[in-house]
């Protein structure tokens, strides 16, 4: 059973920052792939950031390059999304995404991700 929680949303301005916190109940977190993706109202799910199990590699969606980072604490079993630099186009719902390790080049890929957190809005004002 993989439960994953997600905090750390809110409302901010335009140019802050926020960070986003998913914290996992998990046997072997570091086995896993953790992913980041975003959905806003009446537009698809978005990718949005992956990091590895091993912690080595990171990817972000090209939103986003740039302005947001993905860590992780495995001994607080725990994965972060720094964001900064927000624009009102980053108003979303975030969800922190988990898999087993897989091969890399699918990180990216919702349909790849079996469990899945609540969620948690984030707004951004102009």
């Known amino acids: 059973q993989v439960q994953l929680v997600e905090s750390g949303g809110g409302l901010v301005q335009a140019g802050g920052s926020l960070r986003l916190s998913c914290a996992a109940s998990v046997r072997s977190f570091s086995m896993y792939d953790m992913g980041w993706f975003r959905q806003a109202p009446e537009k698809e799910r978005e990718f949005v950031a992956a990091?590895?199990?091993?912690?080595?590699?990171?990817y972000y969606g090209d939103a986003v390059k740039g302005r947001f980072t993905c860590s992780r604490d495995d001994a607080k079993v725990t994965v972060y999304l720094q964001m900064n630099g927000l624009k009102p186009e980053d108003t979303a719902v975030y969800y922190c995404?988990?898999?087993?390790?897989?091969?890399?080049?699918?990180?990216?890929?919702?349909?790849?991700?079996?469990?899945w957190g609540q969620g948690t809005q984030v707004t951004v004002s102009s």
């Open positions: 995404a988990a898999r087993w390790a897989r091969p890399r080049q699918t990180v990216g890929n919702s349909n790849e991700y079996p469990h």
């Open positions: 990091i590895t199990w091993s912690g080595s590699y990171t």
